[in-house]
């Protein structure tokens, strides 16, 4: 079965950090671009960031820039996805993706569940 799961979310204090991972099953990221998505309640989901499959290209929401850094180890089929100086504003479900290749805003052919980051004190 091929699937991505996430991990890593948790609960936050603001200005803390929290390092969410994505793992594949079932079939291997190195052909594979890894986008980051989020939805907080009663908003729509927006793109945080994604890297290309071989890392070439990354790119990073205006609201993340500074703050949050993306990374794949593709010998562990893992794309991390870390958070630092985080604030309420983070709070959503965190979603990761994947497409071929390269990074793109739609066309994403496998979705993880999602893990639930909470900033707040």
């Known amino acids: 079965q091929l699937q991505l799961v996430e991990s890593g979310g948790g609960l936050v204090q603001p200005g803390g950090s929290l390092r969410l991972s994505c793992a594949a099953s079932?079939?291997?990221?190195?052909?594979?671009?890894i986008g980051w998505f989020r939805q907080a309640p009663g908003k729509e989901r927006g793109g945080v960031s994604c890297?290309?499959?071989?890392?070439?290209?990354?790119n990073y929401a205006d609201s993340v820039k500074g703050r949050f850094t993306i990374s794949r180890d593709n010998a562990k089929n893992t794309v991390y996805l870390e958070m630092n100086s985080l604030k309420p504003e983070d709070t959503a479900i965190y979603y990761c993706?994947?497409?071929?290749?390269?990074?793109?805003?739609?066309?994403?052919?496998?979705w993880g569940q999602g893990t639930q980051v909470t900033v707040s004190s």
């Open positions: 079932g079939f291997t990221l190195d052909r594979y671009a």
């Open positions: 890297i290309s499959s071989n890392g070439g290209r990354i």
């Open positions: 993706a994947a497409r071929q290749y390269y990074c793109s805003g739609a066309g994403y052919d496998y």
